[in-house]
């Protein structure tokens, strides 16, 4: 095989459509850091709009609110995790490495063929 | 969990780029049914320049012949799989179904606060 040579896997959770995924999971990081979509966003290159709608999209697929926002008040608003996002993101990260793990386990039988 | 909740993974091979997934292994599919990389192309509502493109980055990355041409002869040309293509695929989908059947078998325990 070529020396390289590996896997990449995109692990995304469905209902009937896409409701969470790597795009999601690195908004909401971003927003932990920021406390702001707005910049979470900027920093994706996205358009705030569509950060919004993944956002929202995620939330009512997953019938979950994720990003609890303040209004006003000594730090002018802002954006924060609910307890359930940082649940959410906490089991996402985990179950991509337990995946990613087994993916390389398995790698090198699979394609050992390859020379 | 959402009754309708599940995982769907995408399942990369890589070197330094993309080298193997789920487009370039339905075109090699489609190719073993139809004889024709442009039939290929025709049936995924591809450009054939772009399915040309796929295959060839596949073949350099994988240092791997994946389509056999041939030109003329009594059926006017066509492309066949290679040997080595109907063992790309099969291992391929061989391992997307253990990887699949791993990530379903975890799922649960890993989303199971989503209520």
Redesign the interface.
């Known amino acids: 095989m ?1 020396n ?13 459509r896409k ?1 969470f995924g790597p795009g999601v999971a690195e908004l909401l990081r971003r927003v932990r850091e920021t406390h702001s979509l707005r910049a979470a966003a900027l920093d994706m290159e996205m358009a705030y709009s569509k950060a919004w709608k993944i956002v929202k999209n995620a939330e009512e697929s ?3 609110k994720l990003l609890s926002t303040a209004t006003g008040g000594k730090n002018g608003g802002g954006a924060t995790l609910t307890p359930e996002a940082e ?2 993101l906490a ?1 996402y990260d ?2 991509c490495r ?2 990613n793990a ?2 390389a386990e ?2 090198q039988a ?2 050992a ?2 020379n």
């Open positions: 070529k390289d040579l590996h896997v990449g896997l995109t692990i995304r959770l469905f209902t009937d409701a997953l019938d979950c649940q959410l089991a985990a179950y337990e995946l087994f993916a398995k790698f699979a394609f063929f390859l």
